[in-house]
Antibody, heavy 118, light 106 residues
Framework: QVQLKESGPGLVQPSQTLSLTCTVSGFSLTSNSVHWVRQPPGKGLEWVGAIWSGGSTDYNSALKSRLSISRDTSKSQVFLKMNSLQTEDTAIYFC????????????WGQGVMVTVSS | DIQMTQSPSFLSASVGERVTLSCRASQNINKYLDWYQQKLGEAPKLLIYNTNNLHTGIPSRFSGSGSGTDYTLTISSLQPEDVATYFCLQRNSWYTFGAGTKLELK
C-alpha cells in the first residue's frame, strides 16, 4: 500500500541547513509527484515545494532562495534541503503525494518535528 | 497569491447537530478546493476533493459544495470522532491552505 515516511534531525541550530528525507513505498516517483508541507506548532499548513514525476521542481516563492528538493528514484526517496534556518522554520514537516497534477494530496507521511534552536 | 479565509475559527456543536464550515478564496478557484481533517498529533486526512467529491472511505455525513470563491463543508450529523481541526486547500493556482476551523463538542 501507499506509504510515505519522513526522517531527519529533530534539532537544528539557527543559520544551519536542514536535511530531510521522505521514503516512499507503494508507488513510483517517476509517475507521481511528492510535495512538502509544513506546520508550525499550533498553526496552519504551508506548502513548501514539490518534485514532479519528471524530476522538475517548484518552490514556495517565500522560501525559494533557501530551498532545494531532489530525489533518488532507485531508493524511492525525496530530499528536502533548506539553508539559513531561523526559529520561524520550526515546524512539523510532512511529505505528501500527488498522483497526477490535478489530483488532491491523498496520502501523507506522519510528519517530522524540526526545532530550530541553539 | 490566492488567500484562503476560513470561518469560523472555532466551533462548538452537539452530537447529532448539523455543522457547516466555510472557506472563501480571494479569487475564483474553479472548484479546485479540498477539505482535510486533522486530529491532534496526526497528519491531515483528505475528506473532500474538487469541492464535492467524497474521498474513499470517508463517511457520507461529510459533504462539500460551492463555486467561484465560496465553499462549504457540511457534517450532517456530528459524531464524537469528528472533533478535529478542518482545513481547506485551494489547488487552482499553486497551493494555499486556510487557517483552519477547530471543531469541538458542546
Amino acid at each position: 500500500q501507499v506509504q510515505l515516511k519522513e526522517s531527519g534531525p529533530g534539532l537544528v541550530q539557527p543559520s544551519q541547513t536542514l536535511s530531510l528525507t521522505c521514503t516512499v513505498s507503494g508507488f513510483s516517483l517517476t509517475s507521481n509527484s511528492v510535495h512538502w508541507v509544513r506546520q508550525p506548532p499550533g498553526k496552519g499548513l504551508e506548502w513548501v515545494g514539490a518534485i514532479w514525476s519528471g524530476g522538475s521542481t517548484d518552490y514556495n516563492s517565500a522560501l525559494k532562495s533557501r530551498l532545494s528538493i531532489s530525489r533518488d528514484t532507485s531508493k524511492s526517496q525525496v530530499f528536502l534541503k533548506m539553508n539559513s534556518l531561523q526559529t520561524e522554520d520550526t515546524a512539523i514537516y510532512f511529505c505528501t503525494r500527488l498522483w497526477r497534477t490535478v489530483a488532491p494530496f491523498d496520502y501523507w507521511g506522519q510528519g517530522v518535528m524540526v526545532t530550530v534552536s541553539s | 497569491d490566492i488567500q484562503m479565509t476560513q470561518s469560523p475559527s472555532f466551533l462548538s456543536a452537539s452530537v447529532g447537530e448539523r455543522v457547516t464550515l466555510s472557506c472563501r478564496a480571494s479569487q475564483n478557484i474553479n472548484k479546485y478546493l479540498d477539505w482535510y481533517q486533522q486530529k491532534l498529533g496526526e497528519a491531515p486526512k483528505l475528506l473532500i476533493y474538487n469541492t464535492n467529491n467524497l474521498h474513499t472511505g470517508i463517511p457520507s455525513r461529510f459533504s462539500g459544495s460551492g463555486s467561484g470563491t465560496d465553499y462549504t463543508l457540511t457534517i450532517s450529523s456530528l459524531q464524537p470522532e469528528d472533533v478535529a481541526t478542518y482545513f481547506c486547500l485551494q489547488r487552482n493556482s499553486w497551493y494555499t491552505f486556510g487557517a483552519g476551523t477547530k471543531l469541538e463538542l458542546k
